[in-house]
């Protein structure tokens, strides 16, 4: 059986070759904006050395022996076409530039239509009506030539010659035997994501990239392609792995194909909004297909992956280099020192990173403003890493897919004044909740008699007060702040402290994660005087501010202790 091809081919490859159009693909539809932007895309461009502008694939299928069946791409064809066809009629007179042959399985008329398109005496292009499909061939054309007008001093041959020899496609040839059909279905139903992990994936498998004068035993080259589909096969199946994925990933980064992440990492970011950057830069590394040079690329590859496996299942490495990815560090620029240190000396470098997160931080000065909610945030997460790393005896791993999937949140320990519940029903939910925990007849007298048209703000200040042993209910300081995801910080945002502990048990008993310092928190653990458990006072916030400071107190810098 042949295998699928791979390679690039310049507009000027395509120029005089034969496309048939099946009967499954729909007619032209790209729109005004698709057109604009290609056309503004490849006139930007500014090549340099042998810099390319690269389009997507372009999946063909060999039918005959000078016809190549187009299963995906054939609105870029369509769109290359006319461009081709535009300069044709407009500038170069009678040594026409050789135009590709489309022909339509079920629309009989298009290709016809096509090689009449022209821009009339008056500079328009009539827009034909009579089906859908000329409909939109013709808004392209026009968007064209409005595209070429509005330039003003257009230079024709340096577009051209941009067009032509410095744009390619990405041609990608299928097995002859495989069922055309069942290609374009699996593609369509992104079950073929032709991203530049596959389109890797066929480079580092064509078989030709194997041979040279030395070595053409086909069975070695069947074994080589074979352990470096299972390997990568494995690679993908582990970066599925939700916890190691959105451990090595500041955010959801959703790819259909994971393991193009590692590929970016070893090549780089693009130097602009190029999709197929990566793609490129691993076709130029292939243009020297020896057999030594693939084993090489490949290994770097399973390098890379092996690094930051090995930090996953390093427990001090795993919440460390975590906590640096969650805050934006560069994966690339710690898998590039990682590569090259000694593991004291890489933890060091990760420590002073970390260090670096929370230069010249005074802990006091940190309130619950929008200024300071990146850096409390940071360290509330930090004190609960390094709390659990603390404890040596413990395997337990702070999960970063839930702390980044569930939007976790900063929340008061004690409510504070400006939470106090806005309509009526909740103002009444929130008075029928407290009373489990209210003791004094008086107040609970005024809870019970309490309607709409009391003061409320009065009697929530006045509970507040009950819960807090100084009476303060405007504590905004980190000593009173907590981490918890959106979901259990939403349900219980303006509750008294008891009313919050219940709730925590609740969620933590239904499966939620809890994070240990929250836990810790609303079970008074930092607490050594534990006589009354149903407010957060002053003592308590102490001794919890206390804690956060021995913790973390390493990392910080110009630190009052």
Same mark, same amino acid.
Request: charged share 30%.
């Given at each position: 059986?042949?295998?699928?091809?791979?390679?690039?081919?310049?507009?000027?490859?395509?120029?005089?070759?034969?496309?048939?159009?099946?009967?499954?693909?729909?007619?032209?539809?790209?729109?005004?904006?698709?057109?604009?932007?290609?056309?503004?895309?490849?006139?930007?461009?500014?090549?340099?050395?042998?810099?390319?502008?690269?389009?997507?694939?372009?999946?063909?299928?060999?039918?005959?022996?000078?016809?190549?069946?187009?299963?995906?791409?054939?609105?870029?064809?369509?769109?290359?076409?006319?461009?081709?066809?535009?300069?044709?009629?407009?500038?170069?007179?009678?040594?026409?530039?050789?135009?590709?042959?489309?022909?339509?399985?079920?629309?009989?008329?298009?290709?016809?239509?096509?090689?009449?398109?022209?821009?009339?005496?008056?500079?328009?292009?009539?827009?034909?009506?009579?089906?859908?499909?000329?409909?939109?061939?013709?808004?392209?054309?026009?968007?064209?030539?409005?595209?070429?007008?509005?330039?003003?001093?257009?230079?024709?041959?340096?577009?051209?010659?941009?067009?032509?020899?410095?744009?390619?496609?990405?041609?990608?040839?299928?097995?002859?035997?495989?069922?055309?059909?069942?290609?374009?279905?699996?593609?369509?139903?992104?079950?073929?994501?032709?991203?530049?992990?596959?389109?890797?994936?066929?480079?580092?498998?064509?078989?030709?990239?194997?041979?040279?004068?030395?070595?053409?035993?086909?069975?070695?080259?069947?074994?080589?392609?074979?352990?470096?589909?299972?390997?990568?096969?494995?690679?993908?199946?582990?970066?599925?792995?939700?916890?190691?994925?959105?451990?090595?990933?500041?955010?959801?980064?959703?790819?259909?194909?994971?393991?193009?992440?590692?590929?970016?990492?070893?090549?780089?970011?693009?130097?602009?909004?190029? *999709?197929?950057?990566?793609?490129?830069?691993?076709?130029?590394?292939?243009?020297?297909?020896?057999?030594?040079?693939?084993?090489?690329?490949?290994?770097?590859?399973?390098?890379?992956?092996?690094?930051?496996?090995?930090?996953?299942?390093?427990?001090?490495?795993?919440?460390?280099?975590?906590?640096?990815?969650?805050?934006?560090?560069?994966?690339?620029?710690?898998?590039?020192?990682?590569?090259?240190?000694?593991?004291?000396?890489?933890?060091?470098?990760?420590?002073?990173?970390?260090?670096?997160?929370?230069?010249?931080?005074?802990?006091?000065?940190?309130?619950?403003?929008?200024?300071?909610?990146?850096?409390?945030?940071?360290?509330?997460?930090?004190?609960?890493?390094?709390?659990?790393?603390?404890?040596?005896?413990?395997?337990?791993?702070?999960?970063?897919?839930?702390?980044?999937?569930?939007?976790?949140?900063?929340?008061?320990?004690?409510?504070?004044?400006?939470?106090?519940?806005?309509?009526?029903?909740?103002?009444?939910?929130?008075?029928?909740?407290?009373?489990?925990?209210?003791?004094?007849?008086?107040?609970?007298?005024?809870?019970?008699?309490?309607?709409?048209?009391?003061?409320?703000?009065?009697?929530?200040?006045?509970?507040?007060?009950?819960?807090?042993?100084?009476?303060?209910?405007?504590?905004?300081?980190?000593?009173?702040?907590?981490?918890?995801?959106?979901?259990?910080?939403?349900?219980?945002?303006?509750?008294?402290?008891?009313?919050?502990?219940?709730?925590?048990?609740?969620?933590?008993?239904?499966?939620?994660?809890?994070?240990?310092?929250?836990?810790?928190?609303?079970?008074?653990?930092?607490?050594?005087?534990?006589?009354?458990?149903?407010?957060?006072?002053?003592?308590?916030?102490?001794?919890?501010? *206390?804690?956060?400071?021995?913790?973390?107190?390493?990392?910080?810098?110009?630190?009052?202790?």
């Amino acid at each position: 059986m042949e295998e699928n091809k791979i390679e690039l081919k310049t507009i000027g490859d395509l120029l005089g070759l034969s496309f048939f159009i099946p009967s499954y693909q729909r007619g032209y539809r790209w729109t005004e904006r698709q057109v604009i932007d290609l056309l503004n895309d490849i006139d930007n461009f500014k090549p340099s050395n042998e810099e390319w502008y690269c389009l997507q694939p372009l999946v063909v299928k060999k039918k005959g022996e000078e016809i190549w069946e187009v299963i995906d791409g054939q609105q870029r064809l369509t769109t290359i076409f006319l461009i081709i066809h535009y300069f044709n009629e407009m500038w170069i007179g009678k040594q026409k530039i050789s135009e590709p042959q489309i022909s339509y399985q079920t629309r009989f008329g298009s290709y016809d239509f096509l090689k009449k398109m022209t821009v009339s005496e008056e500079d328009v292009v009539i827009v034909n009506e009579t089906n859908i499909d000329y409909w939109h061939i013709s808004v392209a054309y026009s968007t064209i030539n409005e595209w070429v007008k509005k330039k003003g001093n257009f230079d024709n041959n340096e577009f051209q010659s941009k067009f032509k020899e410095r744009t390619k496609v990405i041609w990608y040839e299928t097995d002859t035997s495989q069922d055309a059909v069942e290609i374009f279905t699996r593609i369509n139903m992104g079950k073929i994501p032709l991203t530049n992990a596959e389109l890797i994936k066929a480079l580092f498998l064509n078989s030709s990239n194997f041979k040279s004068p030395l070595t053409n035993d086909e069975e070695k080259i069947r074994l080589k392609q074979l352990e470096i589909a299972t390997e990568w096969d494995s690679i993908e199946y582990s970066l599925h792995n939700d916890e190691f994925w959105l451990f090595i990933n500041e955010n959801e980064n959703d790819k259909e194909t994971r393991i193009e992440f590692i590929f970016e990492l070893v090549v780089g970011e693009s130097p602009r909004d190029d *999709k197929d950057y990566i793609f490129r830069e691993y076709y130029k590394k292939f243009n020297e297909h020896t057999e030594r040079k693939i084993t090489i690329l490949w290994k770097e590859i399973k390098r890379y992956f092996q690094t930051m496996q090995d930090w996953f299942d390093d427990r001090e490495l795993y919440h460390k280099i975590g906590y640096l990815v969650t805050f934006g560090d560069s994966i690339n620029e710690i898998i590039k020192e990682s590569l090259t240190s000694d593991k004291s000396s890489f933890i060091h470098y990760i420590d002073s990173k970390i260090e670096k997160q929370l230069s010249n931080l005074i802990l006091d000065d940190l309130e619950y403003e929008d200024k300071y909610k990146d850096t409390i945030r940071k360290v509330l997460l930090l004190h609960n890493i390094q709390t659990m790393l603390n404890n040596k005896k413990e395997n337990s791993r702070f999960p970063f897919n839930r702390y980044k999937r569930e939007k976790w949140d900063i929340e008061h320990i004690q409510a504070i004044a400006e939470q106090k519940p806005k309509s009526d029903q909740h103002k009444k939910d929130w008075l029928i909740e407290v009373q489990e925990f209210i003791y004094d007849e008086n107040l609970k007298n005024e809870i019970e008699r309490y309607t709409n048209e009391d003061d409320f703000e009065s009697l929530f200040n006045k509970i507040l007060k009950k819960f807090s042993d100084d009476g303060r209910i405007d504590i905004n300081d980190i000593s009173n702040l907590v981490l918890l995801d959106e979901g259990t910080n939403r349900s219980y945002k303006n509750a008294i402290f008891p009313v919050k502990r219940k709730v925590i048990i609740e969620k933590e008993k239904a499966g939620t994660f809890v994070p240990l310092c929250t836990k810790n928190v609303f079970m008074k653990y930092y607490s050594s005087k534990i006589d009354q458990m149903s407010f957060w006072g002053e003592f308590d916030r102490n001794e919890y501010l *206390k804690d956060i400071k021995r913790v973390i107190n390493h990392y910080l810098t110009n630190q009052n202790s």
